[in-house]
């Protein structure tokens, strides 16, 4: 490392260089095994003489924080015992700053850890990344970061690139009916960042912004940061609620094809609804269509996008459940009203999305790879599902009411009995015996019903069973009247 040391006026030289590099190591800047500046560099550096720098590195070497070899260098030593965090003196700098971001970032809080894995885990969101075609992908991807492919590697067109946006639109054509060209396809990292760009160009401050209670909460954080009132708008089973919508809503936010994170699908009657309410009062309706590719059953519903001849819907999808979150690609399909409000936000935002993974995806799309993939992961989903719903019908009957949904990545149950703690609880102790699922009180912001959310993108097909008989070990320990009370499937 090019440790940066600095030398003022021109007293106690071999100390400043010293005190320095003693402080690099034991705050951690230096870590045990990392070379140091070699003297005779370091004196160049700093315009002092060679004689200056070895005197503080004895010292260092003297008092056991570096070591020397000979002919390769000096080392911070292996074991160096750190101090505690000094104590501040007065007329000292703080290390901690002053500066303090908006009241609206101390509210908003961490993103959630995937990092750590459950036994069987049936969290919600994750796509199975053992059955995605990582070799075919690493070769498009290869392909694309050659020499060749790259050119002169300068910004690129910030809607994305042309032969994904066709094909994206072509794709949803066919598989959604969502009416589109490649004009209105903007590339973007994700539904998440498709929702900030939406809102950039769509909402001032104290806008109100309807969302659904319960609902995805991250893509309601982009609308709280930037200022906008966001309002909790109820679902019941036939979707969102459109009588219940704020007069002064300016935008509305929707999951009508999966509704996140009960799982019902928007009845037609209430799409109708929906889109003649923003209809008459020229409110922008967002539809995110974030797992629609994955249906079991029931006659598909169109996308309000399709439906819509107003021009008031903004059709956000994602490649995060047909492909692997990690990618960070999705897209929004819009009025041609917002193109260039919307291309220019891409821009302000990050110019554009990485462009080699773009070009990656036109060919996996365009070869047909998506759709047989999808197709693949329909079948093992659709098995997921099944055994899912079975056992919701039988074994966990006598605890949960499942919300019927023929889509997606998870299904969802409310509690019979039992309120928000004792679901905590059952999360709790599922935790403890591997299994590890989502209390639905996680997910709402608002008092409601409890209940579960299970997901089954992650877990595999063979470990659901098992998983779900160690669930129901925990409902019955927690929940009263379960077990020999007649079952209700
Ligand atoms: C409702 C909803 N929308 C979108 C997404 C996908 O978001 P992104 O494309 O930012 O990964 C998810 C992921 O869980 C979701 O639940």
Same mark, same amino acid.
């Given at each position: 490392?090019?440790?940066?040391?600095?030398?003022?006026?021109?007293? #106690?030289? $071999?100390?400043?260089?010293?005190?320095?590099?003693?402080?690099?190591?034991?705050?951690? %800047?230096?870590?045990?095994?990392?070379?140091?500046?070699?003297?005779?560099?370091?004196?160049?550096?700093?315009?002092?003489?060679? @004689?200056?720098? $070895?005197?503080?590195?004895?010292?260092? @070497?003297?008092?056991?924080?570096?070591?020397?070899?000979?002919?390769?260098?000096? +080392?911070? $030593?292996?074991?160096?015992?750190?101090?505690? !965090? !000094?104590?501040?003196?007065?007329?000292?700098?703080?290390?901690?700053?002053?500066?303090?971001?908006?009241?609206?970032?101390?509210?908003?809080?961490?993103?959630?850890?995937?990092?750590?894995?459950?036994?069987?885990?049936?969290?919600?969101?994750?796509?199975?990344?053992?059955? +995605?075609?990582?070799?075919?992908?690493?070769?498009?991807?290869?392909?694309?970061?050659?020499?060749?492919?790259?050119?002169?590697?300068?910004?690129?067109?910030?809607?994305?690139?042309?032969?994904?946006?066709?094909?994206?639109?072509?794709?949803?054509?066919?598989?959604?009916?969502?009416?589109?060209?490649?004009?209105?396809?903007?590339?973007?990292?994700?539904?998440?960042?498709?929702?900030?760009?939406?809102?950039?160009?769509?909402?001032?401050?104290?806008?109100?912004?309807?969302?659904?209670?319960?609902?995805?909460?991250?893509?309601?954080?982009? +609308?709280?940061?930037?200022?906008?009132?966001?309002?909790?708008?109820?679902?019941?089973?036939?979707?969102?609620?459109? !009588?219940?919508?704020?007069?002064?809503?300016?935008?509305?936010?929707?999951?009508?094809?999966?509704?996140?994170?009960?799982?019902?699908?928007?009845?037609?009657?209430?799409?109708?609804?929906?889109?003649?309410?923003?209809?008459?009062?020229?409110?922008?309706?967002?539809? #995110?269509?974030?797992?629609?590719?994955?249906?079991?059953?029931?006659?598909?519903?169109?996308?309000?996008?399709?439906?819509?001849?107003?021009?008031?819907?903004?059709?956000?999808?994602?490649?995060?459940?047909?492909?692997?979150?990690?990618?960070?690609?999705?897209?929004?399909?819009?009025?041609?009203?917002?193109?260039?409000?919307?291309?220019?936000?891409?821009?302000?935002?990050?110019?554009?999305?990485?462009?080699?993974?773009?070009?990656?995806?036109?060919?996996?799309?365009?070869?047909?790879?998506?759709?047989?993939?999808?197709?693949?992961?329909?079948?093992?989903? +659709?098995?997921?599902?099944? %055994?899912?719903?079975?056992?919701?019908?039988?074994?966990?009957?006598?605890?949960?009411?499942?919300?019927?949904?023929?889509?997606?990545?998870?299904?969802?149950?409310? !509690?019979?009995?039992?309120?928000?703690?004792?679901?905590?609880?059952?999360?709790?102790?599922?935790?403890?015996?591997?299994?590890?699922?989502?209390?639905?009180?996680?997910?709402?912001?608002?008092?409601?019903?409890?209940?579960?959310?299970?997901?089954?993108?992650?877990?595999?097909?063979?470990?659901? #069973?098992?998983?779900?008989?160690?669930?129901?070990?925990?409902?019955?320990?927690?929940?009263?009247?379960?077990?020999? $009370?007649?079952?209700?499937?």
């Amino acid at each position: 490392v090019d440790l940066h040391v600095r030398i003022d006026g021109r007293r #106690d030289l $071999s100390g400043q260089i010293y005190r320095q590099i003693r402080a690099a190591i034991l705050d951690g %800047r230096l870590r045990p095994g990392e070379a140091i500046p070699p003297s005779r560099e370091l004196a160049v550096r700093l315009e002092v003489s060679r @004689n200056t720098v $070895s005197v503080a590195y004895d010292r260092l @070497n003297a008092e056991g924080f570096v070591s020397g070899v000979v002919g390769a260098g000096t +080392f911070v $030593s292996g074991r160096i015992h750190r101090e505690p !965090a !000094a104590v501040r003196r007065p007329g000292e700098r703080s290390t901690d700053g002053r500066l303090r971001p908006r009241p609206v970032w101390d509210a908003i809080p961490e993103a959630p850890d995937f990092t750590a894995s459950a036994e069987f885990d049936f969290r919600l969101g994750l796509p199975d990344a053992r059955l +995605f075609p990582h070799e075919t992908w690493r070769r498009l991807v290869a392909r694309e970061l050659r020499t060749a492919a790259i050119g002169p590697g300068k910004y690129a067109e910030p809607a994305g690139h042309g032969g994904l946006r066709t094909a994206i639109a072509r794709h949803i054509g066919v598989s959604r009916a969502v009416a589109a060209t490649q004009d209105d396809v903007l590339i973007t990292n994700g539904t998440q960042q498709a929702i900030d760009i939406i809102g950039r160009v769509l909402v001032e401050p104290g806008d109100c912004v309807a969302v659904e209670e319960p609902g995805y909460r991250p893509t309601r954080r982009v +609308f709280e940061s930037l200022g906008a009132r966001v309002v909790g708008v109820p679902v019941d089973e036939e979707g969102l609620v459109v !009588a219940a919508l704020p007069d002064d809503a300016r935008m509305v936010y929707v999951t009508p094809s999966h509704q996140f994170p009960l799982g019902m699908s928007m009845s037609m009657q209430r799409r109708m609804g929906l889109l003649a309410w923003a209809d008459q009062r020229g409110v922008v309706v967002v539809e #995110d269509d974030y797992d629609s590719e994955f249906r079991y059953g029931g006659r598909p519903v169109e996308p309000l996008q399709s439906l819509d001849r107003d021009g008031l819907v903004v059709y956000v999808g994602s490649f995060s459940k047909v492909m692997l979150p990690i990618l960070r690609l999705g897209f929004l399909v819009a009025p041609a009203s917002l193109h260039r409000a919307l291309r220019v936000a891409k821009y302000v935002t990050d110019w554009h999305t990485t462009l080699p993974l773009q070009a990656a995806l036109a060919r996996f799309i365009e070869d047909g790879m998506l759709a047989r993939h999808i197709r693949r992961m329909r079948q093992e989903y +659709f098995l997921r599902h099944s %055994r899912i719903t079975a056992a919701l019908a039988g074994d966990l009957a006598d605890w949960l009411e499942p919300i019927p949904s023929a889509a997606g990545l998870h299904m969802a149950a409310f !509690a019979r009995t039992g309120n928000a703690d004792d679901m905590r609880e059952v999360v709790r102790r599922a935790g403890a015996v591997g299994v590890g699922l989502h209390d639905l009180a996680m997910i709402r912001l608002a008092e409601g019903r409890s209940g579960l959310a299970i997901g089954y993108g992650a877990i595999a097909t063979e470990r659901i #069973d098992e998983g779900l008989r160690r669930l129901r070990g925990c409902l019955a320990a927690v929940l009263p009247g379960g077990e020999g $009370s007649p079952r209700r499937a």
